[in-house]
């Protein structure tokens, strides 16, 4: 009973129920809401991240600011400051060495700390400096006129001014008694190994570091453009109008919520694997006459033993009483693949018929030997008169009419085909002297495929008598052949007036009806359609073809064959020696 039922009704409704509508959207729903507050939770922790990094970077800022104002408010240095004579050193250097100390100051923090007095004396304690190099600077400074304005400069990363050797420092600047200022510089590498070595910057983080122009501080090497999209946290640096910006691209950001979404995924597929498992459980019976009638449609037109099964399959119902669509289906089937087999044959035979009474009739347009006789008369009269050209193009013409007319094999080696084309393409240049212009290539051995006769010689002929109707002097054709392990090919390309579109749809359309039918309306124009179905017949899907208008003008024909193992008729078809 249930058989006779209509089954699409019932599968319809089952599949859709539990597998488009239960499963995926519960998971989708939940997925979404998980990603959205995983999100939310990593963002945050982002922002966190950039306030303690900003932190640390304020705190290393205002350590170095707190060591120049101690030494500004110093007796023994203000005194120094203020002397005239500059000779005795040595009570500063001790006191920034205590200083240093008393402090706290991380060593690796800490690069020098200069006295600079705009009269040119120079005092510093820390790395190694180059005198020369001072004297040259100190002239040159503008931090005298910048601290008129404020009372503290922040300086971003620069080469040390005082040492040749142009290590990369942060200097914190401050105005001191008349003509005098200090400078506490902080190595830039013990910035960088904060910002970019640090136990924050992992999972594809990065750390950009504004000064107060806007300009990248850090790092110092230009940053390529983001790829990717990203997630940025923003804070800003007290007492230096620095702006820090943490990155981090989002599929990294988000990783660990996507691999759970995997494992959700996986379970989503389970749950689905397992109620299509238990559906196709309960509907095998019900669907087996269905799928044994796909797989003979499949298999057109069908083997023996296949149909033999279908046929034992519906014998036990009749047709005339049961109201299953497959049984009717079934049967409405058989009909119409006996008819449609014998259609078939008789069209193909038909055509074939045709096509070989057209072969036959080109052959046989004209008495050879009397052609032969008589142009070899006419090349032996040239020859007499000193005129080798005409013993050339009637030798030519000879080999080219021995080749259509004496030659009974249908299929011929690529070289012989190539050799007959070139032959014509030189009688058609001398005729065209100076107006026509050939290109031709060759790549590989013409001699290991065969191709249909007379399949290209008649392609470069079409490009002469219609190609270049419209189309004054100069003309030029390409002829490209290659034959490579992977197959072969063809290519023709001219400059004049290409296809006409009506002609390249009805031809696409032809070719389209071939493919599915097997069957060709000899209607309307039929050169290039014929030589087609000839190729067809030869490589069957092997076959590559293609014909159309080039960008700059003019019309291109493309024709090859892919060589596959796999095809063995294929081989047998393509290989010549």
């Known amino acids: 009973m249930l058989q006779k039922w209509s089954l699409r ?44 990094l900003a932190e640390q970077l304020s705190t290393i800022i205002d350590s170095a600011d707190l060591l120049a104002i101690n030494a500004l408010y110093n007796p023994s240095i203000e005194n120094w400051m203020k002397e005239t004579s500059d000779l005795n050193n040595k009570p500063v250097l001790n006191v920034f060495n205590k200083m240093i100390l008393g402090l706290n100051i991380d060593p690796d923090g800490f690069n020098r700390i200069s006295i600079i007095k705009e009269s040119g004396t120079f005092l510093t304690f820390g790395a190694n400096y180059n005198r020369d190099q001072v004297k040259k600077k100190i002239t040159s400074l503008t931090w005298f006129d910048d601290l008129t304005r404020t009372d503290r400069l922040v300086l971003a990363p620069h080469r040390d001014d005082w040492d040749s050797k142009g290590k990369m420092v942060v200097s914190v600047v401050r105005k001191g008694a008349l003509g005098t200022l200090i400078e ?58 620095w702006r820090l910006v943490v990155t981090q691209p989002i599929d990294l950001l988000l990783k660990s919520a996507r691999e759970t979404g995997y494992w959700m995924a996986a379970i989503a597929a389970g749950l689905s694997l397992i109620s299509l498992a238990m559906f196709y459980f309960f509907t095998t019976k019900t669907t087996r006459p269905l799928v044994q009638l796909s797989q003979a449609m499949a298999r057109l ?76 008369l006419i090349g032996m009269l040239g020859m007499e008169d000193g005129n080798e050209e ?40 001398t005729r065209y002297r100076g107006h026509l212009f050939v290109d031709v290539r060759i790549e590989g051995d013409l001699g290991k495929v065969c191709v249909p006769k007379l399949t290209v010689q008649p392609f470069l002929e079409n490009c002469v008598k219609h190609g270049f109707e419209g189309k004054k002097y100069p003309w030029r054709i390409e002829l490209h052949i290659s034959v490579t392990d992977a197959g072969w090919s063809v290519h023709i390309r001219d400059d004049g007036d290409g296809f006409d579109s009506e002609y390249l749809r009805t031809f696409t359309d032809k070719q389209n009806d071939f493919k ?57 078809n393509i290989a010549c020696g």
Not at 11 to 26: D, E, G, H, M, Q
Not at 201 to 211: A, F, M, S
Not at 416 to 425: A, F, K, P, S, V
């Open 9 to 52: 009704t019932r599968l319809f409704a089952i599949y859709s129920l539990i597998v488009f509508l239960i499963i995926p959207l519960s998971y989708a729903i939940f997925y979404h809401y998980y990603k959205s507050m995983a999100y939310q939770t990593l963002n945050g922790s982002l922002r966190r991240e950039a306030t303690i």
């Open 184 to 241: 506490i510089q902080i190595p830039y590498s013990y910035l960088d190994a904060i910002l970019s070595k640090g136990k924050y910057i992992t999972n594809g983080k990065q750390v950009i570091l504004y000064g107060g122009d806007r300009q990248v501080i850090h790092p110092l090497t230009p940053l390529p453009a983001p790829s990717v999209q990203e997630v940025t946290a923003e804070q800003n640096l007290r007492n230096s109008g």
């Open 301 to 376: 037109p069908g083997d023996a033993r296949a149909n033999a099964e279908l046929e034992k399959l519906f014998a036990r119902w009749d047709d005339r009483e049961t109201h299953n669509e497959i049984v009717h289906l079934h049967r409405a089937f058989k009909d119409m693949l006996q008819r449609l087999e014998e259609s078939k044959q008789q069209a193909v035979d038909a055509h074939s018929r045709e096509l070989q009474a057209q072969f036959l009739a080109l052959q046989a347009q004209m008495n050879p030997h009397f052609l032969y006789n008589t142009l070899t």
């Open 390 to 429: 005409i013993m050339k193009i009637t030798s030519e013409l000879v080999q080219m009419l021995r080749y259509i007319s004496y030659e009974s094999r249908e299929l011929v080696s690529l070289k012989e085909e190539i050799d007959h084309t070139l032959r014509y393409l030189d009688i058609m240049e």
């Open 516 to 572: 599915r039918t097997g069957l060709f309306s000899d209607q309307g124009s039929v050169g290039i359609m014929n030589t087609y179905i000839r190729l067809h017949h030869t490589f069957g899907s092997a076959l590559q073809f293609d014909i159309g208008n080039n960008e700059a003008g003019g019309a291109f024909i493309y024709l090859g064959c892919r060589l596959t193992e796999e095809e063995d008729w294929i081989d047998q």
